[in-house]
């Protein structure tokens, strides 16, 4: 580092932003374990202090010509060394305020939901570590920095999404989390060790750059980034390592809203932003990769229509957005996916938080109980999450129109229409899903009068202290509606700011077709109209068309029984092949070469013992024997 810490404004905030967390985390495990409210305090203190350095970092750089690098040397071997520090340029300080943001309005959230809960003080310390390392991967300049940031990223959300360690359910969840996206890091430390042997090199400027192409050759950079994407596959819940993510919501609900809009999952598609022009090297590789979107975008939308789990259905949601995501990076569409990455940090975080109210007043998270319990009743949480709702179905003028118009835009520039016809699909499916949700909690069949104690026991806040907590958690709500309301209409100052300086990537929203926009909020409204007849009308069944055949519905509440095959493929390849034949080597060529060696221990000194009589004068002999006979063969 060139310059000292204090001297540099720059480094100072950047050093601040990303180690503070890590400095609350330590003391609170430390010291201020036992007193829950301190630990919250230095908490929420410390990723104040990392937001408003970000939002200064930001600010400072908004016409930043090149990236800013501080490194220094790390681990020294010979002619290597391995650089640790911080690079700063448009993308990373976009994804390190997104993170600053939607970690500091979970925690202030959190003061209300997790108030009296005995892990509160823990709970903090696990939502700073996990800042901490998200912060640090977002502005880590090489790819090994990256993926050491990223496994503590993946150790910090197994500790959150595993809280309730004593229930069996959620310690379940932690550990599928945990082992599945591993599977993905596998292949993700495979293919940086690819590009570090062949490249010779992990920075992430120089692996962006034209040179790669020249000591790297097509294959090997097609087989890289496949593998490397496995990583993205493992932390985005892509197909097929998709259903850890459901299963994830046994956590309390603000780790939902933290690890499942802008942080953890986002980490794969900001990943695949990050190394972009990497991975557009290799057009069959991003052939691939929109394969897998698409099918990952369809797949969790499916699923998505037919659980009656509020938290399960934005779980869903979350894959498939991801998965749209990764269509539109795949498709070439730089901007348009980074900007709904954006977008859909702000309405996803949303709709978990909202949740996370209903839930906490009616300790249910089936949507339909809530409704016939008289949901409607809470006005904030209702209308931010109507609003958050129309976000993600895509309808104007909110963020999610604008972001997902851009990734239609770009789909619809490829020379396959398959590609834009399933996005639109997606849209549909998205607007219906998230609609039969809203409309099950406003239009229930029967609302039922809820007395103080049941199904919570907190009454709507009828006193003070539940009043308080509310208000605590409906502040946030308000502040991420008003950023769903406005975000959008930032579009071109966003797209001047990613693009305009971006160096090598191939940065486009995609083409503007009015016919498309047409189509596609129409598509919208469509499925916001049939999920309208189905569950909003008067005298609606409340049964979607899906759930009235019956294998369809149980093919799509069995996630395509992808779970089944991944059970079976343990079962007989794993325990059923594998297993047996290190259990046969184990006992028959290990434990049976110690068992000869034995035997023949044994066998050899019952040999010997026959030479062995106890009387001196028949040893003596028999040695000048042997000796007579040697001397005779030498000397004869």
């Not at 954006?342 to 089936?366: M, P, Q, R, W």
């Amino acid at each position: 580092m060139t310059s000292s810490w204090f001297q540099d404004p720059t480094l100072l905030a950047a050093m601040l932003g990303a180690l503070l967390p890590f400095v609350s985390f330590a003391v609170i495990m430390v010291f201020t374990r036992p007193y829950p409210k301190l630990s919250a305090t230095i908490s929420v203190a410390a990723v104040s202090v990392s937001l408003i350095c970000a939002l200064s970092l930001l600010g400072r750089h908004w016409h930043l010509e090149q990236p800013i690098q501080y490194t220094a040397k790390w681990l020294v071997s010979g002619k290597l060394y391995v650089p640790f520090g911080f690079m700063l340029d448009q993308l990373s300080l976009l994804m390190l305020t997104i993170v600053a943001v939607i970690s500091f309005l979970v925690q202030v959230y959190s003061l209300g939901y997790m108030a009296g809960d005995p892990g509160f003080a823990r709970y903090y310390a696990f939502q700073s570590l996990f800042a901490w390392a998200m912060m640090t991967m977002s502005i880590a300049p090489t790819m090994l920095q990256f993926y050491i940031f990223w496994e503590l990223v993946g150790l910090a959300s197994y500790f959150l999404i595993g809280f309730y360690y004593e229930k069996f359910s959620a310690s379940e969840a932690g550990k599928k989390a945990f082992v599945m996206t591993r599977l993905g890091d596998i292949a993700f430390f495979l293919g940086l060790l690819l590009v570090l042997l062949n490249f010779g090199n992990l920075n992430i400027l120089d692996m962006n750059s034209v040179d790669v192409t020249a000591r790297m050759s097509p294959a090997l950079i097609t087989l890289s980034a496949i593998l490397i994407f496995g990583g993205v596959a493992g932390k985005s819940a892509q197909f097929p390592l998709l259903t850890w993510l459901p299963d994830a919501m046994e956590g309390p609900t603000p780790v939902s809203a933290l690890l499942h809009s802008a942080t953890m999952v986002a980490a794969g598609v900001y990943m695949f932003a990050r190394i972009f022009p990497f991975f557009s090297k290799s057009a069959t590789a991003m052939t691939l990769f929109l394969a897998i979107g698409t099918i990952t975008m369809l797949l969790a939308s499916t699923m998505a229509m037919v659980t009656r789990d509020i938290k399960q259905v934005w779980a869903y949601s979350t894959i498939s957005q991801l998965g749209f995501m990764v269509m539109g990076l795949a498709a070439g569409s730089y901007f348009a996916g980074i900007f709904h990455l954006t977008t859909h940090a702000g309405f996803k975080a949303l709709l978990f938080l909202c949740s996370g109210v209903l839930i906490h007043e009616y300790e249910t998270n089936d949507f339909f109980e809530i409704g016939k319990y008289g949901g409607r009743g809470l006005k904030v949480p209702i209308v931010c999450m109507t609003l958050a709702a129309a976000a993600l179905s895509g309808l104007p003028p909110l963020s999610g129109f604008f972001s997902k118009e851009a990734i239609m835009g770009g789909l619809a520039g490829l020379h396959n229409p398959i590609w834009l016809w399933a996005g639109l699909l997606g849209a549909f499916l998205t607007a219906y899903y998230s609609f039969r949700l809203i409309f099950a909690i406003l239009f229930p069949k029967k609302i039922e009068e809820v007395h103080h104690g049941e199904h919570g026991g907190h009454g709507h806040g009828e006193d003070h202290h539940h009043a308080g907590l509310y208000w605590v958690m409906a502040w946030p709500l308000i502040i991420l509606a008003a950023i769903t309301l406005v975000l959008g209409f930032f579009q071109t100052p966003l797209e001047n700011f990613l693009v305009g300086h971006h160096g090598g990537a191939e940065g486009h929203g995609g083409g503007h077709h009015a016919w498309l926009l047409y189509v596609a909020v129409g598509l919208a409204l469509s499925g916001v109209g049939l999920a309208w007849l189905e569950f909003g009308r008067k005298g609606a069944s409340q049964v979607g068309f899906v759930e009235r055949i019956e294998p369809v519905k149980t093919l799509f509440a069995e996630r395509w029984y992808i779970d089944h095959f991944y059970r079976l493929f343990l079962d007989y390849v794993i325990y059923g092949i594998f297993s047996n034949l290190f259990t046969r080597n184990d006992r028959q060529v290990i434990d049976g070469g110690i068992d000869g060696i034995c035997r023949a221990t044994v066998g050899g000194g019952r040999v010997l013992s026959f030479l062995q009589s106890g009387m001196l004068q028949y040893n003596l002999m028999v040695m000048f024997a042997v000796l007579a006979l040697v001397a005779l063969y030498f000397f004869f």
